[in-house]
């Protein structure tokens, strides 16, 4: 089993960055793929971001792809979501997910996942 923990959000000023962090509990994390989501107000949750095991394939949705960078430490049990370039429609919680049987883009793809950080983009 795997707990996550987001962190990093915050409010920021569109054209600004942000950088989310997700750490995990448990010796398996590179086991995992791991993603990350994001839920805006009276919305369903959607696929931001998710890499490999080994961090050598990572996948975007259109929405975020050229502004958002999804990175992992498997030393630390750490993944990352570098956002830049950040526009109002960016605000939502987002969450960062643990995927076992390796990627998904779905969250029915994921097994495991963290509390949420809110990230806020004001215009």
């Known amino acids: 089993q795997v707990q996550l923990g987001e962190s990093g959000g915050g409010l920021v000023q569109a054209g600004g960055s942000r950088r989310l962090s997700c750490s995990a509990s448990?010796?398996?994390?590179?086991?995992?793929?791991m993603g990350w989501f994001r839920q805006a107000p009276g919305k369903e949750r959607e696929f931001v971001a998710a890499?490999?095991?080994?961090?050598?394939?990572?996948y975007y949705a259109d929405s975020v792809k050229g502004r958002f960078t999804i990175s992992r430490d498997n030393a630390e049990n750490r993944v990352y979501l570098q956002m830049n370039s950040l526009k109002p429609e960016d605000t939502a919680v987002y969450y960062c997910?643990?995927?076992?049987?390796?990627?998904?883009?779905?969250?029915?793809?994921?097994?495991?996942w963290g509390q949420g950080t809110q990230v806020t983009v004001s215009s």
């Open positions: 997910a643990a995927c076992k049987s390796g990627l998904g883009s779905t969250p029915n793809d994921y097994d495991y």
């Open positions: 448990g010796r398996t994390f590179s086991s995992y793929g």
């Open positions: 890499i490999s095991r080994g961090g050598t394939r990572p």
